[in-house]
């Protein structure tokens, strides 16, 4: 399962994530939807770990991803 936590993530004075919780469960199918520059990418990056969230915890499978380096998820 993918849970995500409270992510936060900022860029200059802009918030682009702010605060999202959510689970993913395995057998199960999850839309990110949204309009143009509402953060769906962002979330992404932050799940493949490259971009770091300023705040907030990613797990899968009971592991904390959130202190993973670029490249170890994939």
Request: net charge positive; charged share 20%.
């Amino acid at each position: 399962m993918l849970k995500c936590q409270d992510l936060v993530k900022t860029c200059s004075t802009l918030t682009i994530i702010n605060r999202i919780s959510f689970e993913a469960k395995p057998g199960h199918v999850t839309a990110i939807l949204g309009p143009s520059g509402s953060g769906k990418t962002t979330l992404l990056r932050l799940l493949a770990q490259l971009e770091k969230p300023d705040s907030g915890h990613i797990e899968f499978n009971g592991q904390d991803l959130t202190n993973l380096k670029a490249g170890e998820v994939g």
